[in-house]
């Protein structure tokens, strides 16, 4: 089973930036698209940014010019780097991948999380 692992979240004052980190790992698969999510305390989780295997990018109206997504393929990584951060960007923040596993010689595909790595902003 694939496994994704998040790093990078902690606490910030406003104005300031984190950089996040995801890498899958596991045998036999392929990574498509891959994309970061939030959920603050008592929302829904929305989507924050995604990127496809081929590089294309789409962005949450609220963090579009201050998040960037970015990924390594060599390395099955994603990134996200916040910049200008605020307070309402307050959440933990998940990584996802749409990815392609082999099994029992069968390719599979599979919908992945991450465990959750908390970004905390302060005024």
């Known amino acids: 089973q694939v496994q994704l692992v998040e790093s990078g979240g902690g606490s910030v004052q406003a104005g300031g930036s984190l950089r996040l980190s995801c890498t899958a790992s596991?045998?036999?698969?392929?990574?498509?698209?891959m994309a970061w999510y939030r959920q603050a305390p008592g929302k829904q989780r929305e989507l924050v940014a995604r990127i496809t295997s081929g590089g294309n990018t789409n962005y949450a109206d609220s963090v579009q010019g201050r998040f960037t997504i970015s990924r390594d393929n060599a390395k099955n990584t994603v990134y996200l780097q916040m910049n200008s951060l605020k307070p309402e960007d307050t959440a933990v923040y998940y990584c996802n991948a749409d990815l392609r596993q082999l099994r029992r010689g069968v390719w599979r595909m599979d919908d992945t999380w991450g465990q959750g790595t908390q970004v905390t902003v302060s005024s």
């Open positions: 596991g045998n036999m698969f392929i990574v498509d698209a």
